[in-house]
């Protein structure tokens, strides 16, 4: 443990009958970007208000830097929030807005770090103008700049990008990740949207239902998903019922509806009886009926395509197996590869090494809803 | 016209040539009409009527008739002859509004913030005095403050009244009067400003290091201010013209400019009666301007 990590011990919060936060353990490290990712009502947001200090826990603890910080006010604590969509003073200026925290603490000369703060967010013509006149991406940047102006020891974001559109969303998820590199403060990021978390977290965790499903770096947690609700909600997943065979060395022997398949123990979260067999779309390469046929693929007969959409960079094929279920291939549209219409008989097949094991008794379904909410 | 276009969809833009245009405008001025006709019968005829009556010559009466002189000095007599009541009128009410927005401001607070599911009634509550008369409910402070009340009793007993000390047929009672009587006036403005406020607002005070007391000096009262100036306006503009409280809780000595004006009508003296109702009138009008311009609320004027 180093300096001014954030430790979060048995943190939990009930509210009359219902658990938002069940007894989470969460060390975030100084200087990390780290993202709590989940669906709404996952208790994510709890989780950041007991941070913050607006938000009493139940039970538990919130220490940052080796210092209980538990039961100290909002305004004791070296934390600030960019609130979800914005909560700016509306009756202050960008300038007054930003320079809001300093004044509170008694400073009178604000001029030049403000000046400086609005010089990072790229406002510094916009000073004068109420949170009225500004759109929403300029909004988002007073807001972060009100938040970081106070050098915080962690800077909490609650949904900072929901209110903006996709295209200033991605601009602004990287005009994130460059001001916490510059700055070099704790931020945690609370969001739904799994590619916002992706593209700028160092670790992610995963929450469901109040407590953290899985915990990792965002390609970590995408390759191995430990739950079908992280292969689902973490990008999408093809997830079918089968049976472990037998175990060869580091291979488990897989038997998919009567197809025999390899995958890596070490991909696998249980070794032996039912189980979910996972690979993500963009692994599977669909091939004509008896076309590609190598002994080392994992290897699906008998789809036929049942759905073809084009979205530029790729195209997704929803694939009807001989079980009824619908499997989903995403090919990149390198012109290499063959294209297929509805009704074409196809092959799946992708490498072992992509494929991964989960534990039969979870559901298939669990976070697929959810991302269509971003 | 181009405007106008522009809210069209491209089909319907070659339409509004010569006729319908000309029809368009017209619509404008005819929706005005009633409004119009309105302000005309009761707003500008009879303050017309009224600044010419405080020209009339004084020595008129409503059996002979008033002739129309111009005559200036009906000012200089109603002001030098009623000064006393006039600042006694300015005084009271603004007492009444200080008062009204001590009592209001955490009401209307904690109807907005604190309330819960309780929020509707204690809204009721604030206006249920509205179903009885104003007179009655006037009345009914003779007999609260009357000297075989309850709370002079009780006054006394605490020895913050004299023994002899009275309440009622004091400026005390008619400010309390006032006070009581536009404190509705007061709350639900306030009540409407405060209700407005984004929580997260007050949450993004304390996240920024202010304190309570702080938030709400530097977050929450000044997103109030639009209720608080109409408040203070609703209050202090009738306060100050009225006559019922002081002459039904006070006495002589505490006569407001409102009993006078009243009186002078009904005896008669219509022009220095006109010249005192056009000066209050002007008088209110300049203080409320100064106010709502230095209150910085300017979308009011």
Request: hydrophobic share 45%.
């Amino acid at each position: 443990m180093t300096g001014s990590d954030l430790v979060l011990t048995s943190l939990t919060k009930r509210f009359s009958g219902f658990t938002a936060v069940d007894d989470l353990d969460l060390t975030i490290a100084e200087g990390s970007f780290f993202a709590l990712l989940g669906p709404s009502g996952c208790g994510k947001t709890t989780t950041l208000r007991m941070v913050a200090g607006l938000e009493e826990p139940t039970e538990g603890t919130v220490t940052l830097g080796g210092e209980d910080i538990t039961r100290l006010r909002p305004y004791r604590r070296p934390v600030n929030t960019v609130f979800q969509s914005y909560a700016l003073f509306p009756h202050l200026t960008t300038f007054e807005n930003v320079a809001f925290g300093l004044r509170r603490r008694g400073l009178k000369q604000v001029k030049s770090q403000v000046e400086e703060m609005l010089e990072l967010v790229e406002l510094g013509q916009y000073a004068r103008r109420k949170p009225a006149q500004l759109s929403g991406g300029q909004q988002q940047r007073v807001a972060l700049a009100r938040a970081l102006i106070n050098r915080p020891q962690v800077l909490l974001l609650d949904e900072p990008l929901g209110a903006l559109d996709l295209k200033l969303r991605r601009q602004m998820q990287i005009e994130l990740k460059r001001i916490q590199t510059e700055v070099g403060v704790t931020f945690v990021h609370v969001t739904h949207d799994q590619e916002e978390a992706m593209t700028m977290a160092d670790t992610i965790a995963v929450m469901n239902g109040g407590v953290i499903e899985q915990m990792g770096a965002p390609l970590d947690l995408y390759e191995h998903p430990a739950s079908t609700f992280v292969s689902n909600f973490l990008g999408q997943s093809n997830l079918a019922a089968g049976t472990v065979l037998e175990r060869d060395g580091d291979r488990l022997l897989l038997d998919v509806h009567g197809s025999r398949l390899v995958a890596p123990v070490g991909r696998a979260r249980v070794h032996q009886g039912d189980v979910w067999v996972g690979v993500r779309p963009e692994k599977v390469f669909l091939g004509a009926v008896g076309e590609e046929d190598h002994d080392d693929s994992n290897l699906l007969r008998g789809g036929v395509v049942t759905d073809v959409s084009f979205v530029g960079v790729s195209t997704q094929y929803l694939v009807r197996m001989s079980w009824g279920q619908e499997l989903m291939v995403f090919e990149q549209n390198t012109g290499a590869r063959t294209s297929f219409r509805p009704g074409d008989e196809v092959d799946l097949h992708w490498l072992p090494g992509h494929t991964f094991v989960l534990d039969a008794s979870q559901d298939a379904a669990a976070g697929v809803e959810t991302v269509d909410e971003a | 016209m181009s405007t106008a276009a522009a809210h069209l969809g491209p089909g319907e833009q070659q339409a509004p040539s010569g006729d319908t245009s000309q029809k368009r405008g017209w619509t404008g001025y005819l929706l005005m009409l009633p409004g119009a006709l309105w302000l005309l019968v009761f707003f500008v005829i009879p303050t017309v009527t009224l600044v010419s009556t405080s020209l009339y010559d004084p020595s008129g009466s409503i059996l002979t008739g008033y002739q129309m002189t111009f005559h200036w000095q009906n000012y200089v007599d109603a002001v030098q002859g009623y000064g006393p009541q006039l600042w006694r009128s300015f005084g009271y009410a603004g007492t009444a509004t200080v008062a009204c927005v001590l009592l209001g401001f955490p009401l209307a607070y904690a109807i907005a913030f604190k309330s819960g599911r309780w929020k509707n009634l204690m809204l009721v509550l604030v206006i249920a005095p509205f179903f009885t008369s104003f007179l009655v409910r006037t009345l009914s402070w003779q007999l609260l403050l009357g000297d075989n009340g309850v709370t002079v009793d009780v006054l006394r007993w605490l020895h913050v009244l004299a023994p002899d000390g009275h309440l009622l047929a004091t400026p005390f009672a008619v400010v309390t009067g006032l006070t009581y009587n536009f404190l509705p006036f007061m709350v639900l403005p306030l009540y409407a400003s405060l209700e407005k406020i984004d929580h997260r607002l007050i949450e993004a005070g304390g996240d920024l290091y202010a304190g309570p007391f702080t938030t709400f000096r530097t977050v929450t009262l000044p997103l109030a201010m639009p209720g608080l100036v109409a408040g203070t306006l609703l209050t202090f503009i009738p306060a100050a013209g009225d006559y019922i409280n002081a002459e039904l809780l006070g006495t002589p000595n505490t006569r407001m400019i409102g009993n006078e004006i009243q009186d002078l009508f009904s005896g008669g003296s219509y022009p220095v009666a006109a010249a005192l109702s056009v000066t209050l009138m002007v008088t209110i009008v300049s203080l409320v301007f100064v106010y709502v311009r230095r209150s910085g609320a300017r979308d009011l004027v």
